[in-house]
């Protein structure tokens, strides 16, 4: 299946007209709209007998071809002029005349209507590919093809994501597990969550009972969650881990950080440090099992005995402030979701750099580009002499004096891995900015690693990976809940949430792609069509790329033309420098909720090795109900406190549009607004700052919910909200500098963005 991105010229035929009609696309008023438009435009050796060609098509719902070709040509004009205008006001630097800024609106109206019929071609051709597959009563038609109009599937692919997808339509489907027992921990609930499940590992097991641990995720490299996993291991609980390797992050040419894969190592090695404990680690094979290292092992999952909690977050410091979705399973889907991971820890168990990696990695310890962080640079040191006991913490900008320290105790001179006034320039102004290694510095990284994966490739290791015993899965609850592990077992799951919706549908989440906001479209449409509505509502993620873009921006202006209600993420900081995130992958409707690892992104649903699930709403089971109230009430919550509306439209006529035409001029826009967010993010940190040093109470207040396992961050948050009052919070946060500036901008007022 592919799309096609013009409806202009030969492509906007006879064929293309028959199946718009046939799909009820190219209404009368969609007609009058295209005619509307092109009579306002003059443009020579272009002319179109608009009221003709209305009149015709009212008549006889049909054009001849001589019309065809003539709108087709006229658009390929409308493309072309108004391209030349952009690029002349670019070239010279001026502004245009205000007839001239007229011709430019009219130009983008016509375009506008244009492109919403080649969409509509798009998604009623892959309409007509998934009906020839799955049959024209396939109950998730719409929803299917509107989504793999934007992100098409290979034939093999597209039979097997049908066949799951009918198989949960007619509830024969083998990802579908009764009987569970399920408990909501999202957001602020879902660390501590994590944490109380390793204290009371802990104290089973002090009392003669030890659960089996099992551990998995993409980044596992907190303090405390790691320190509690040796503690637990201590006290004679089987813990078993799998992580991802992680992979050098290249911001440009110059700047290669390998930070995380020290940080990652030395996690397993002070697990494997604990004395006379049956702990067992591995590293998943990405560059074996996925073909490529950029490709990612994105599990998150915690096992402890019976219970399993797998969501969205990781177990790294800073992970337990975001915007979070988690899900505690007792039950059969608890017994599948470990088996997956047993079935992952056999693949990865005694894997090699080389099968991690790859050889390209590989050979960038001897002649290529590595660099390491400050931080980074003490995380190896640290290895190196030791490493430190599982629960002690790097600083995350360490001194000089620490980085001497350290690098004593590993008999190494700093000024031989690094240069040493970069090292003190990023120390004293606290950057992250990594510092290549000299050769002796690249050499010390690689004999790190290789020593690791000596130690995770021992006989004695990989003879406990081999020993691991799964829950007995016995029925607990009266909840449904579908576990999807392959590609296509998750993609099939996330469409059936949003294909089964009727009342409403949630979607805070980290990454919202053009394709996934069209099925989001597709749904809402297809209950209109039948005469009900459908409460859609998306809340995206305002974070930026170091470039300064947002994988968001094609998924907020799809949403955003359909008018399906769409806003940023204005997420409260507790520390400056610690960007919290909607990191949820959620999809909350009347029928279920979809939660896991999987980003809603191309990458998440086709490439990386992820866990979903879906966790079935029904009366008979009033805790699912119960579920069901919570994400809804979190949702509002998020949707009237932590977000902001923003008309990209508007605030695109604030930009340069005569050089960049308006699609560019509303991505320029919204870089813009995430920008503010950020500023207003970091000023709100300084707030939370200022309240806690002005009240004693206040901060034992926070203190007290840290004790309690709430992260860091969460808890001063909390704490200010229980003692303030939502209301009276959500009003000082408004009092913020840069907020009055967002409300204005999204609005389309002019501002200054200074302050």
Avoid at 154 to 179: C, D, F, W, Y
């Amino acid at each position: 299946m592919s799309s096609s991105p013009s409806i202009a010229g030969n492509n906007f035929g006879l064929t293309r007209l028959a199946e718009l009609r046939k799909q009820g696309v190219l209404t009368t008023e969609v007609a009058e709209q295209l005619c509307e438009k092109g009579q306002a435009l003059r443009l020579r050796g272009h002319k179109v007998d608009w009221t003709g060609v209305l009149d015709h098509y009212k008549k006889d719902g049909d054009l001849s071809r001589e019309e065809l070709e003539q709108v087709g040509d006229f658009t390929i004009a409308a493309q072309n002029a108004r391209k030349q205008m952009e690029q002349k006001f670019k070239e010279n630097e001026t502004k245009p005349t205000a007839i001239q800024f007229k011709k430019m609106q009219a130009l983008d109206a016509y375009l506008d209507v244009s492109k919403g019929l080649s969409l509509a071609y798009t998604e009623a051709t892959s309409r007509a590919a998934v009906a020839a597959l799955a049959g024209a009563s396939f109950g998730p038609l719409n929803t299917v093809a509107a989504y793999l109009a934007w992100n098409p599937a290979p034939a093999n692919r597209l039979t097997h994501l049908i066949e799951q997808m009918q198989k949960l339509e007619n509830g024969t489907s083998e990802l579908v597990h009764a009987g569970n027992q399920v408990t909501p921990v999202h957001q602020e609930k879902l660390w501590q969550a994590k944490l109380q499940m390793l204290d009371e590992a802990i104290v089973a097991a002090k009392a003669g009972n030890p659960p089996e641990i099992d551990v998995q995720y993409f980044e596992m490299t907190s303090a405390s969650f790691v320190g509690r996993l040796a503690d637990a291991a201590e006290a004679g609980c089987k813990v078993r881990v799998n992580i991802d390797p992680s992979r050098p992050r290249q911001s440009n040419a110059d700047e290669v950080s390998i930070d995380e894969s020290p940080r990652k190592l030395r996690a397993l090695l002070q697990l494997l440090d604990v004395s006379k404990a049956d702990v067992g680690v591995s590293v998943y094979p990405v560059a074996a099992e996925l073909g490529n290292v950029t490709q990612l092992m994105h599990r998150k999952l915690l096992r402890v005995g019976e219970k399993v909690l797998f969501g969205g977050m990781n177990a790294n410091e800073g992970s337990g402030e975001n915007f979070d979705t988690g899900y505690v399973i007792e039950g059969p889907a608890a017994r599948k979701l470990v088996e997956g991971f047993q079935a992952d820890v056999m693949t990865s168990a005694g894997s090699t750099p080389l099968q991690v990696y790859g050889r390209k990695i590989m050979a960038n310890f001897e002649d290529g580009m590595m660099g390491l962080t400050p931080h980074g640079l003490a995380t190896t040191l640290d290895i190196i002499s030791g490493p430190s006991p599982a629960g002690t913490r790097i600083p995350s900008k360490p001194t000089m004096e620490q980085l001497e320290t350290l690098a004593a105790a590993a008999n190494l001179k700093l000024a031989s891995l690094v240069d040493m006034d970069q090292l003190k320039h990023n120390v004293q102004y606290r950057s992250n900015k990594p510092m290549e290694l000299k050769l002796k510095g690249r050499k010390m990284l690689h004999k790190l690693m290789t020593d690791a994966f000596e130690k995770t490739g021992s006989r004695t290791n990989v003879k406990r990976l081999k020993d691991m015993t799964l829950p007995e899965g016995k029925a607990q609850g009266g909840v449904k809940v579908a576990v999807g592990s392959s590609s296509e077992e998750r993609e099939a799951l996330i469409l059936q949430a949003i294909s089964t919706a009727e009342k409403f549908c949630y979607v805070p989440t980290f990454v919202i792609t053009k394709a996934m906001a069209r099925a989001l479209v597709a749904r809402r449409d297809e209950l209109a069509a039948q005469g009900k509505n459908l409460d859609v509502r998306v809340v995206a993620d305002a974070g930026v790329y170091q470039f300064g873009g947002t994988p968001n921006d094609e998924g907020y202006l799809a949403l955003e033309d359909a008018g399906i209600p769409v806003r940023w993420s204005l997420l409260t900081r507790a520390e400056a420098d610690h960007d919290r995130k909607i990191h949820a992958k959620q999809v909350l409707t009347d029928k279920m909720e979809l939660v896991g690892s999987t980003n809603l992104s191309n990458k998440g649903v086709r490439d990386n090795w992820e866990l979903s699930g879906l966790v079935y709403f029904d009366e008979a089971a009033p805790e699912s109900i119960d579920a069901r109230e919570d994400g809804m009430q979190r949702f509002e919550k998020l949707w009237n406190y932590e977000s902001i509306a923003f008309d990209s439209r508007a605030a695109a006529i604030l930009q340069d549009i005569t050089s960049l035409g308006m699609d560019q001029s509303r991505k320029k826009s919204i870089r813009t607004v995430l920008n503010m967010i950020q500023n207003y993010e970091v000023q709100t940190a300084k707030l939370i700052e200022q309240k806690m040093a002005e009240s004693p109470a206040l901060l034992e207040k926070a203190d007290e919910l840290q004790r309690q396992g709430m992260a860091w961050g969460y808890a001063r948050l909390k704490a200010c909200e229980v003692s303030f009052g939502a209301e009276e919070f959500a009003n000082m946060l408004k009092q913020v500098p840069m907020r009055a500036k967002i409300d204005a901008f999204a609005r389309g007022e002019v501002v200054t963005l200074e302050g």
